[in-house]
């Protein structure tokens, strides 16, 4: 099951498992102290083809699902270097360039057994997506004092995803793109 499954492009109706509504358009989320914001956009009907926009309002990176192989959906970095893919069939794959081996993305993005958040592991460190007011916010899992380090923002023309400095120097960079595709896909992760 993925509690984030409903919050996909259409603005269908929100989960009791926290899925996002959309913003109003005059009121897009303030970016949290020392982060740096990426916005997912130019896409009509799904993530999977979008450009991701960043600091000065740069495109830094392209998520890509070519129509002759659905498939597959790949990430490119600025320069058209492949830094991951998603295989979507027999079963969901992902490969991250540097940072995840191939693997299943219901074991990259774990389910918890209470169903109230998804662990990924990343370079041996574990860290978890949940909700929390009106987002998805990433924090390393056992830790006295859990602090957001990403947080996943729907707005009603695109996905924002909203990265600190020390998440970045952690190398959370691209699986933090990933995940933020894997949640907003609505493919069943599972």
Request: charged share 15%; aromatic share 8%.
């Amino acid at each position: 099951m993925n509690p984030y499954q409903q919050w996909q492009q259409g603005g269908a109706a929100p989960s009791i498992f926290g899925a996002l509504p959309s913003l109003p358009a005059t009121n897009p989320p303030s970016a949290m102290p020392n982060s740096v914001t990426f916005t997912f956009n130019n896409f009509k009907t799904t993530i999977l083809n979008s450009t991701i926009v960043g600091p000065q309002n740069r495109t830094v990176y392209r998520v890509v699902t070519e129509s002759a192989a659905p498939a597959c959906t790949i990430f490119k970095d600025n320069e058209s270097r492949n830094v991951a893919m998603v295989q979507w069939q027999p079963h969901a794959t992902v490969e991250i360039r540097g940072a995840a081996a191939k693997q299943r993305v219901r074991d990259w993005l774990r389910l918890s057994s209470d169903q109230s958040r998804r662990v990924m592991e990343v370079q041996g460190v574990k860290y978890a997506w949940a909700p929390m007011e009106g987002f998805i916010c990433l924090y390393k899992v056992q830790t006295a004092a859990p602090k957001v380090l990403a947080r996943i923002a729907r707005i009603p023309t695109a996905v924002m995803l909203d990265i600190t400095q020390e998440a970045m120097q952690a190398g959370m960079l691209e699986p933090c793109l990933v995940a933020t595709v894997m949640l907003c896909a609505g493919h069943n992760i599972d």
